[in-house]
């Protein structure tokens, strides 16, 4: 029996919740979901998901009602966390608007990545393309792009998961580090569950 | 407290899945792209997709529904300029709406009330890294040209400016970008939803102050979609007509138990509590027009009631955000019983 909570400020978080509980079903792990708001909710979590939404909002909303550092110690003490868009853009080291320069937001910074807000632009830019992932090569995974950031730059313990090509750059779409997940895309949109399944063997083991 | 369970979380976690949804709208296109292949069907229907996406494609339903499903459980606000915008954004705002007057303003100064100005959306899109919405008159496909070249990040076509067409909506299935529409009871959200609208918002009534329509359209919604999915698919298939909506919409919808896209409150929330209100009748998220920077605490009031909308479900942060605000210093408001028929906003567009 594993439990996984889910950031639950704002964002898309319920589209995480049926995503794992269609992994569990795949996978007959047991496991329960909770949505993680207050400081109680963390308690007895194995893993933590933190979802897409606006990042300045979650950060925000987080640090006022005093958990993100909470959130923090979880993450540091080696619970698999699976971030997803805004929630890599919470986990990163060095973080910057691709438009607005000068720009501070409150952020968990627990994984040695670097990545620009916005990168591809406004809403009409997002985009869906076909992935390739490592350790995924029976099919192409979909990847949904919604206003979506870039890691650029990667150092110490991350590695790269998988990569894509956009104007003629190549740019990093998925990272992880130890037990963590960050994807710039929204693996919870698509029927595909192999990115939570990842997950929650990570938190089975 | 059980009340607080009400409408449940039913509401917002159904067993069907966001790409289930998007791909039902997919087949309902199909037929029609077989239709127009024979030169059968004109163009108001999504392009279908390729088995696969080898370079990036854009514009595609997944992400013209998909960018609401990251607003959820956020505020987005109205605002008039640069500063505004920005006290939006440090507030913890999900979004802004650029518009020319607050909708309080629109309703005094009467006349014609148009798109806000291209130069002040511009000059908020290069100052906020947040989302940047705008509204356009109901049924100005021109207003929503601009709005999509100028890179605006969704649309709300609004019954707050003067309608240009008294009979049609966009067809918002030939934009890349998402549309927002408001409805007052299921069968207006499923005409604008079968029209392409990416988000539905209740109506309300804009710039009032007062919660009370609001309540009441979120209300008939809810109340709408539990009642058509106890109907027989005989009379479901008769309310349909009824409402003008495709039949395969309304099933979805009664199957869903929930508007198949997401859903948020407007119009006329004013206090935190009022924020916390809408999300516990079943709200996804909430748009606060006049109610912030008519206001004399703007900033205060924008950050309780992001803090409330989040927190709706726990009193005591909402009890918070409250006392973040004071009662003095909300807008006046206006009793809607005083407004004349011809006054009211949201009989616009239906």
């Known amino acids: 029996m594993v439990t996984i909570g889910i950031v639950a400020f704002q964002g898309g978080f319920y589209e995480h919740y049926a995503m794992l509980l269609r992994a569990f079903a ?13 400081k109680k909710d963390l308690e007895g979590l194995d893993g933590i998901i933190i979802p897409g939404g606006e990042s300045t909002t979650i950060g925000k909303i987080a640090h006022k009602t005093g958990i993100l550092y909470d959130i923090k110690e979880v993450i540091e003490s080696g619970k698999p966390t699976l971030a ?65 950031p870039a890691i650029v730059d990667i150092w110490g313990g991350a590695r790269a998961i998988s990569k894509i090509t956009y104007n003629k750059e190549e740019i990093i779409v998925f990272a992880s580090q130890g037990s963590i997940l960050a994807t710039t895309f929204h693996p919870e949109l698509t029927g595909d569950a192999r990115i939570h399944k990842r997950f929650i063997s990570l938190v089975k083991r | 407290m059980p009340y607080l369970e009400y409408p449940s979380k039913a509401v917002r976690l ?3 899945g966001f790409e289930k ?32 996406i080898e370079v990036p494609e854009k514009g595609t339903l997944s992400v013209k529904y998909g960018l609401p499903i990251y607003q959820k459980g956020g505020v987005c ?29 629109v309703r005094k100064a009467g006349g014609v009330a148009r798109m806000a100005d291209v130069k002040v959306i511009e000059e908020v899109m290069e100052h906020v890294t947040i989302p940047v919405m705008a509204k356009v008159r109901i049924g100005h496909y021109m207003e929503a040209r601009l709005l999509e070249e100028l890179g605006v990040d969704m649309i709300d076509e609004s019954e707050v400016l003067t309608p240009v067409d008294a009979k049609n909506h966009i067809n918002k299935f030939l934009f890349k970008v998402p549309f927002i529409n408001g409805a007052r009871d299921l069968g207006e959200a499923l005409r604008r939803i079968s029209e392409g609208a990416s988000l539905i918002r209740t109506k309300g009534e804009a710039g009032t102050g007062n919660v009370e329509e609001a309540v009441k359209h979120m209300k008939i919604i809810m109340n709408d979609l539990w009642s058509v999915s106890s109907l027989s698919p005989e009379e479901r298939m008769h309310k349909a007509r009824e409402y003008k909506v495709p039949y395969e919409l309304l099933e979805l919808s009664s199957r869903l138990k929930r508007l198949p896209v997401v859903n948020f409150a407007a119009g006329g929330i004013a206090t935190p509590a009022d924020a916390a209100l809408m999300m516990w009748l079943g709200a996804d998220g909430v748009f606060v027009g006049s109610g912030i920077f008519k206001s004399s605490d703007p900033r205060e009031r924008a950050e309780a009631i992001v803090l409330a909308t989040s927190m709706w479900d726990d009193p005591e942060s909402v009890l918070e955000a409250q006392k973040m605000i004071s009662e003095a210093k909300s807008m006046m408001g206006i009793d809607i019983s005083s407004l004349r028929p011809e006054e009211l906003l949201q009989t616009r567009g239906i």
């Open chain 2, 21 to 52: 949804i998007v791909e039902f709208f997919y087949n309902m296109a199909e037929a029609r792209d077989r239709l127009r292949d024979e030169g059968l069907w004109f163009d108001y229907s999504p392009k279908a997709l390729p088995e696969r």
């Open chain 2, 77 to 105: 606000m109205d605002v008039t300029n640069v500063e505004q915008a920005q006290i939006a954004e440090e507030a913890g705002a999900v979004s802004v709406m650029v518009l020319d007057k607050l909708p309080y303003d």
């Open chain 2, 14 to 16: 159904y067993n069907v």
């Open chain 1, 26 to 38: 795949e996978t007959s792990i047991e496991g329960e979901v909770k949505l993680v708001k207050k």
């Open chain 1, 84 to 148: 997803t868009c805004a929630g890599a853009i919470m986990l990163a080291k060095k973080v910057r608007d691709a438009k607005v320069p000068e720009f501070s937001q409150p952020l968990l910074g627990v994984m040695d990545i670097g990545v620009v807000r916005n990168y591809f632009g406004r809403q009409r830019e997002s985009f869906e393309l076909d992935l390739h992932i490592e350790g995924m090569d029976e099919a192409p995974y979909r990847g949904i792009f919604i206003r979506a």
